[in-house]
C-alpha cells in the first residue's frame, strides 16, 4: 500500500507540473542570432521562433536597420500531444552589417487579441571597413580571398 501511495504521488506530481509547463509555456516567442560578433559583410542568421497557438496574431518583425537582408526563410510546424496543439513558426533572416559598430536589432513583437509578447533586443559588434570602401577594392582581390 506505501508503494501505491508513493506512485499515486509521484504521478500526481508529474500531472501537476506537466500541466504548469504547458499553460506557462503555451505562448512563447523567441529572437537568436548564430553570431553576435562581425565584420562589415559576414551574414547573421537572425531566427525568430513563434510557438503556442494564437487567435488573431499581429507579428512585429523588427527592421535591420544597418543591414542589408540577403535572404529570408519561413517554416511552420505542427504537432498534438498529450491532447495539446503546438504550433511552431520559424522566420529566419540571412543579414549582413554594412558598416562597423554596435549595431542593435530591436525586438520583435507579438500582439493577440488578449496579450503581447516580445524579445529582448540583440546586440551585435562590428568591425572592419564600411561595405562600400570594401567594394571599391574587392575588383583588386584575387577570388576566394575575404576583404
Known amino acids: 500500500m506505501c508503494k501505491l501511495?508513493?506512485?499515486?504521488?509521484?504521478?500526481f506530481l508529474f500531472c501537476s507540473v506537466s500541466c504548469y509547463a504547458a499553460t506557462e509555456g503555451e505562448s512563447i516567442i523567441k529572437a537568436a542570432v548564430d553570431k553576435t560578433s562581425v565584420e562589415t559583410g559576414q551574414r547573421i542568421i537572425y531566427t525568430l521562433t513563434v510557438m503556442g497557438k494564437f487567435d488573431n496574431p499581429q507579428l512585429n518583425v523588427p527592421e535591420f536597420t544597418g543591414f542589408t537582408i540577403i535572404g529570408r526563410n519561413q517554416s511552420q510546424g505542427y504537432s498534438y500531444v498529450n491532447g495539446k496543439e503546438n504550433i511552431n513558426f520559424n522566420l529566419v533572416y540571412s543579414i549582413a552589417p554594412t558598416k562597423p559598430g554596435t549595431i542593435t536589432i530591436k525586438g520583435?513583437?507579438?500582439?493577440?487579441?488578449d496579450s503581447e509578447y516580445s524579445t529582448q533586443p540583440i546586440t551585435i559588434n562590428v568591425t572592419g571597413k564600411p561595405l562600400e570602401a570594401k567594394e571599391k577594392i574587392a575588383h583588386y582581390i584575387g577570388k576566394g580571398t575575404d576583404i
Do not use: P, Q, R, V
Open 5 to 11: 501511495n508513493k506512485f499515486l504521488l509521484g504521478y
Open 108 to 113: 520583435a513583437t507579438l500582439k493577440t487579441k
